[in-house]
Protein backbone atom coordinates (compact mmCIF):
# COMPACT_ATOMS: atom_id res chain seq x y z
CA UNK A 1 0.00 0.00 0.00
CA UNK A 2 1.37 3.39 -1.02
CA UNK A 3 1.99 6.46 1.24
CA UNK A 4 -1.23 8.29 -0.31
CA UNK A 5 -3.56 5.58 0.43
CA UNK A 6 -2.23 5.04 3.89
CA UNK A 7 -2.97 8.29 4.50
CA UNK A 8 -6.20 8.78 3.18
CA UNK A 9 -7.15 5.44 5.28
CA UNK A 10 -6.38 7.59 8.47
CA UNK A 11 -8.17 10.29 7.55
CA UNK A 12 -11.40 8.42 6.89
CA UNK A 13 -10.78 6.60 10.12
CA UNK A 14 -10.51 9.95 12.12
CA UNK A 15 -13.53 11.73 10.46
CA UNK A 16 -15.69 8.64 10.96
CA UNK A 17 -14.76 8.74 14.64
CA UNK A 18 -15.27 12.43 14.94
CA UNK A 19 -18.85 11.96 13.83
CA UNK A 20 -19.47 9.36 15.64
CA UNK A 21 -18.19 10.72 18.93
CA UNK A 22 -20.45 14.09 17.95
CA UNK A 23 -23.27 12.17 17.39
CA UNK A 24 -22.82 10.55 20.98
CA UNK A 25 -22.72 13.92 22.80
CA UNK A 26 -26.22 14.88 21.37
CA UNK A 27 -24.77 17.22 18.59
CA UNK A 28 -26.97 15.45 15.55
CA UNK A 29 -30.32 15.59 16.80
CA UNK A 30 -32.88 12.83 14.89
CA UNK A 31 -35.01 15.07 13.25
CA UNK A 32 -37.91 12.92 13.79
CA UNK A 33 -37.84 12.96 17.87
CA UNK A 34 -37.00 16.82 17.87
CA UNK A 35 -41.09 16.70 17.35
CA UNK A 36 -41.45 15.86 20.96
CA UNK A 37 -39.78 19.13 22.58
CA UNK A 38 -42.27 21.23 20.35
CA UNK A 39 -44.82 23.20 22.45
CA UNK A 40 -47.50 23.13 19.92
CA UNK A 41 -48.64 20.09 18.89
CA UNK A 42 -48.86 18.68 15.16
CA UNK A 43 -53.23 19.01 15.52
CA UNK A 44 -52.94 22.18 16.65
CA UNK A 45 -50.78 23.52 13.86
CA UNK A 46 -52.86 21.93 11.03
CA UNK A 47 -55.65 23.62 12.77
CA UNK A 48 -54.08 26.88 12.85
CA UNK A 49 -52.99 26.52 9.14
CA UNK A 50 -56.18 24.84 7.94
CA UNK A 51 -58.40 28.16 9.44
CA UNK A 52 -55.54 30.33 8.15
CA UNK A 53 -55.79 29.04 4.48
CA UNK A 54 -59.73 28.60 4.56
CA UNK A 55 -58.92 25.14 3.46
CA UNK A 56 -57.68 21.91 4.08
CA UNK A 57 -54.35 20.81 4.84
CA UNK A 58 -53.05 17.85 2.33
CA UNK A 59 -49.74 17.22 4.09
CA UNK A 60 -47.53 18.25 7.19
CA UNK A 61 -44.25 18.94 8.17
CA UNK A 62 -41.93 19.43 11.20
CA UNK A 63 -38.63 21.00 10.46
CA UNK A 64 -35.69 23.14 11.25
CA UNK A 65 -35.69 27.00 9.23
CA UNK A 66 -34.24 29.93 9.90
CA UNK A 67 -36.49 30.66 12.05
CA UNK A 68 -36.51 27.42 14.70
CA UNK A 69 -38.76 24.65 14.26
CA UNK A 70 -41.29 25.19 12.19
CA UNK A 71 -44.60 23.15 11.11
CA UNK A 72 -45.05 23.87 7.53
CA UNK A 73 -47.77 22.91 6.15
CA UNK A 74 -49.73 22.30 2.74
CA UNK A 75 -53.36 23.69 2.34
CA UNK A 76 -55.67 23.48 -0.25
CA UNK A 77 -58.37 25.87 -0.67
CA UNK A 78 -60.64 25.67 -3.68
CA UNK A 79 -58.16 25.48 -6.74
CA UNK A 80 -55.14 27.24 -4.76
CA UNK A 81 -52.89 25.12 -2.77
CA UNK A 82 -50.92 27.23 -0.07
CA UNK A 83 -47.80 26.49 2.02
CA UNK A 84 -48.52 27.79 5.61
CA UNK A 85 -45.66 28.02 8.43
CA UNK A 86 -46.65 27.52 11.82
CA UNK A 87 -44.33 28.63 14.39
CA UNK A 88 -44.07 25.08 16.87
CA UNK A 89 -43.47 27.15 20.02
CA UNK A 90 -46.34 30.26 19.88
CA UNK A 91 -48.78 28.39 17.69
CA UNK A 92 -48.88 31.06 15.25
CA UNK A 93 -48.93 31.60 11.22
CA UNK A 94 -45.34 33.17 10.46
CA UNK A 95 -46.00 33.14 6.33
CA UNK A 96 -48.03 31.78 4.23
CA UNK A 97 -47.51 31.87 0.21
CA UNK A 98 -49.24 30.62 -2.67
CA UNK A 99 -47.29 27.38 -4.67
CA UNK A 100 -48.20 27.78 -7.57
CA UNK A 101 -45.68 25.16 -8.92
CA UNK A 102 -46.66 22.83 -6.24
CA UNK A 103 -42.67 21.79 -6.01
CA UNK A 104 -43.26 18.73 -3.21
CA UNK A 105 -45.06 16.96 -6.33
CA UNK A 106 -41.92 17.47 -8.73
CA UNK A 107 -39.72 14.45 -6.72
CA UNK A 108 -42.80 12.53 -6.41
CA UNK A 109 -43.28 11.76 -10.26
CA UNK A 110 -41.79 8.68 -11.51
CA UNK A 111 -40.61 8.21 -15.04
Do not use: C
Not at 22 to 32: I, L, R, S, T, V
Not at 42 to 49: E, R
Not at 85 to 111: F, L, N, Y
Amino acid sequence: MNRYSKLSLLATAIAAAVTVAYAAQGGMENDAMAITKAKIPLAQAVTTAEQHANGKASRAEYENSKQGWVYDVEVVSGAKVFDVKVDAEKGTVISSAEDKADRDDDHDKQD
